[in-house]
């Protein structure tokens, strides 16, 4: 592959923007030490990364809340459950058990899911 300004040059890298090959004398390091051939190309591949970025932590905070939000619901529903238990109402308690667990089960998978990611994101 040749570079595609020099053609008589070889392209030793590709711009990670827009493709195009590059010859050692055009590669060009985008702020976060990515190839890109122009700073156009590396303002919009820096508006790109924040954009992801922003998109990453929203959805770790986001699995967070919805983790935390489900663990309360478990709480308030084994609370009602015992309690309707306690004053005899035991069908409506026996409903309301297994739907706590359900919600304490995955609002725990949501946490486990958005604590691995937010480790994931830090290592990379
Ligand atoms: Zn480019
Ligand atoms: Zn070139």
């Not at 069908?91 to 309301?96: A, E, N, P, S, V």
């Not at 725990?108 to 691995?116: Q, V």
């Amino acid at each position: 592959m040749k570079c595609s300004t020099h053609p008589n040059a070889d392209a030793t890298a590709v711009c990670i923007h827009c493709g195009q090959a590059l010859c050692p004398s055009c590669t060009t390091k985008s702020e976060s030490g990515r190839v890109v051939c122009s700073a156009a190309c590396s303002a919009a591949l820096l508006r790109t990364e924040q954009a992801l970025d922003s998109l990453r932590a929203r959805s770790v905070s986001s699995l967070r809340s919805a983790g935390s939000m489900m663990l309360a619901t478990a709480v308030v529903f084994a609370g009602f459950g015992s309690f309707e238990v306690y004053s005899g109402v035991a069908r409506l308690g026996f409903l309301l058990f297994p739907a706590g667990l359900v919600f304490g089960i995955t609002g725990l998978a949501y946490l486990r899911i958005a604590k691995r990611k937010e480790q994931r994101d830090n290592a990379a």
